[in-house]
């Protein structure tokens, strides 16, 4: 069972730096490759990152490359989402999920996750 609990959102002025986290409280982190997502008010939740269970293998989508970087920590169950050089359109709930299955190509795909937390909600002002 995973259970998925993301932190680290805020109010932060553009330009500024975040680092989301989201941990998992079962036994089985290991076994699950992670994503990042975001949904602004009204629109599709969009795909940001994933990494696969050891870490090796990233993966990004074309419009947060270089900003954003996704990392895990096995030993504590945790995966974060390192945002640099914040805009006020990178505000959104922001949200984890878990796959058992790590396929890049796939991996933007909301349908691929079978876990979700319940998102923390970042707000970037200009």
């Known amino acids: 069972q995973v259970h998925l609990v993301e932190s680290g959102g805020g109010l932060v002025q553009a330009g500024a730096s975040l680092r989301l986290s989201c941990a998992d409280s079962?036994?089985?982190?290991?076994?699950?490759?992670m994503g990042w997502f975001r949904q602004a008010a009204g629109k599709e939740r969009d795909f940001l990152a994933a990494?696969?269970?050891?870490?090796?293998?990233?993966n990004y989508a074309d419009s947060v490359k270089g900003r954003f970087t996704i990392s895990r920590d096995n030993a504590e169950n945790t995966v974060t989402l390192q945002i640099n050089s914040l805009k006020p359109e990178d505000t959104a709930v922001y949200y984890c999920?878990?796959?058992?299955?790590?396929?890049?190509?796939?991996?933007?795909?909301?349908?691929?996750?079978?876990?979700w937390g319940q998102g923390t909600q970042v707000t970037v002002s200009s």
């Open positions: 990494i696969d269970w050891s870490g090796g293998s990233t």
């Open positions: 999920a878990a796959t058992l299955d790590y396929t890049p190509s796939v991996m933007w795909n909301v349908d691929e996750y079978d876990y």
């Open positions: 079962g036994r089985s982190f290991t076994s699950y490759a």
